[in-house]
C-alpha cells in the first residue's frame, strides 16, 4: 500500500479496514485501532485526512464548525465531493440543536442521531453503524493505492 498523495508505503496500517473520522471529548489518544476500525480523533490531529464515516460521541457546536469548514475548504480534488456520501453518526447525548445538524448535512451524506448500542472497550465503538457497502476502493479511498 502507498499513499495517494505521497505514493510513500512507510508506516501502512495493514490491519486497517475502515477510517472513522471521530469527534469525542473523551478520547485522549491520536488514533485507536480495534477491530479492523481506525478511529482517528479529529480533535488531535486538526488537518485533513481520508475517511470512510464520521462518528461524533461528544463535541461541542466549536468542534462541528470546525469539522464542517476543514472538510468544506479542502483543497484536495476527491475528499471534499467523497465526504458528501459518508454517513455520519451523531450520538443522541450531543443534543446538537437543529442549526448544527443542518451544517453536518450539507457537508456530509446521511446525517442520523442515535443512542449507543452498548458500551464496550473502546468509547463509542457500540454507535449504532451499519457496515458500508464492499470494500471496492476502500483503501484508494483512504489516501492508499496498490503499488
Do not use: Y
Not at 462518528?55 to 471534499?80: F, M, T, W, Y
Not at 445538524?101 to 442515535?114: C, D, E, I, P, Y
Amino acid at each position: 500500500m502507498a499513499c495517494r498523495v505521497c505514493e510513500e508505503s512507510a508506516g501502512a496500517l495493514l490491519d486497517v479496514t475502515e477510517a472513522t473520522a471521530r469527534l469525542d471529548s473523551g478520547m485522549d489518544d491520536e488514533f485507536a485501532l480495534a477491530s479492523g476500525i481506525l478511529r482517528v480523533n479529529w480533535r488531535a490531529l486538526q488537518k485533513p485526512f481520508d475517511f470512510d464515516r464520521v462518528e461524533i460521541v461528544s463535541a461541542d457546536d466549536h468542534d462541528i464548525k470546525g469539522l464542517c469548514l476543514q472538510v468544506g475548504n479542502d483543497l484536495d480534488k476527491r475528499r471534499p465531493r467523497r465526504c458528501r456520501r459518508l454517513p455520519c453518526r451523531v450520538d443522541l447525548r450531543c443534543n446538537f440543536p437543529e442549526a448544527t445538524l443542518n451544517m453536518l448535512r450539507a457537508t456530509f451524506g446521511k446525517v442520523s442521531v442515535q443512542e449507543r448500542a452498548r458500551e464496550s472497550g473502546l468509547l463509542g465503538e457500540g454507535l449504532l453503524t451499519p457496515p458500508l457497502p464492499g470494500p471496492t476502493g476502500l483503501l484508494e479511498s483512504r489516501g492508499f493505492a496498490a503499488l
